[in-house]
């Protein structure tokens, strides 16, 4: 047994050599991305929804598409009532349920599992006005679809710093991950934008799996940690977290990967990763 774990050690090894096929660049939806919370900011001036672990999506008018730019199978009677406008959101079954959904949307063909899939949207990326004026218009957008697999994220507005933490609370007890705070006189803009925060428990963030380190002592034979580098370009390993099944078959190399931290390091390496989950979201 240790020969075959080695055997299949070093065909992730050989695969990490590879070249990995890009995508074109146009094909790549130009999403609005969110940053940190800070507590400097005046609440009133945003509104504020619950933060969903689904897989983000983007409908052009015609066909869904995943962050890398691919297209998701969808039936076309998942579909059929969507507006032809542009719509930003996420495909979303229930709070803690984010490997169940990315094992739907990742089949290349389409199937009965996307009953189970509903497209909560949270913005119009081609509508030209301020967030307050696009809320209004998503509101109308789906009222006039009468489609079952079609809803807009509530919005609300929130009184004071006091009252967000008690609807934090809420949602992290009733088990959501958080909360999103989106400025009411934002327009869209592709990229991290000040005008769109995540409120969080804690920091997570994705890497892409680059390597492996052997494992040691009662990981003999298996994979000891992830060698992972952030879009920022900084390496370092995750081993926190991982199972023996994680170890024995680990995410494959280029993959994508969500890890917890608790800060950073002088050198600014995330502390104390953990690995939570693999981002299966691209259609196989």
């Known amino acids: 047994m240790p020969q075959q774990r080695w055997l299949t050690l070093a065909v992730f090894f050989i695969m990490a050599l590879l070249p990995w096929p890009a995508l074109p660049a146009d094909a790549i939806p130009d999403l609005m991305m969110a940053t940190r919370y ?29 962050r890398g730019g691919n297209v998701f199978a969808a039936p076309t009677w998942f579909t059929k009532h969507f507006p032809n406008t542009p719509l930003d959101g996420e495909l979303w079954i229930g709070r803690g349920q984010y490997e169940d959904v990315s094992s739907v949307v990742r089949k290349h063909t389409p199937h009965e599992g996307w009953e189970l899939i509903r497209f909560m949207i949270f913005d119009l990326p081609q509508h030209h006005g301020p967030f307050e004026q696009r809320m209004n218009a998503m509101r109308l957008l789906v009222e006039q679809a009468h489609s079952p697999y079609l809803t807009m994220i509530p919005q609300e507005n ?72 952030t879009d920022e370009g900084v390496v370092f390993y995750v081993g926190s977290g991982l199972t023996h099944e994680h170890r024995r078959h680990p995410p494959p190399i ?27 979201e691209e259609p196989e």
């Open 158 to 229: 929130i009184a004071s710093e006091e009252a967000l933490r008690q609807q934090f609370q809420t949602i992290i007890e009733q088990g959501g991950e958080g909360l999103m705070l989106h400025k009411k006189t934002a327009h869209y803009a592709s990229g991290r934008s000040q005008d769109l925060l995540k409120l969080k428990p804690f920091t997570d963030a994705e890497a892409t799996v680059i390597g492996y380190r052997p494992g040691k002592g009662q990981f003999a034979g298996l994979v000891g940690s992830l060698k992972v580098q």
């Open 254 to 280: 280029h993959s994508r990967i969500t890890f917890r931290y608790q800060g950073f390091t002088k050198n600014g390496v995330p502390r104390f990763p953990v690995f939570l989950h693999i981002r299966h």
């Open 38 to 66: 800070h507590p400097d900011i005046d609440v009133r001036q945003y509104l504020v929804s619950e933060k969903l672990d689904g897989v983000r999506a983007r409908w052009d008018g015609t066909q869904l598409f995943s």
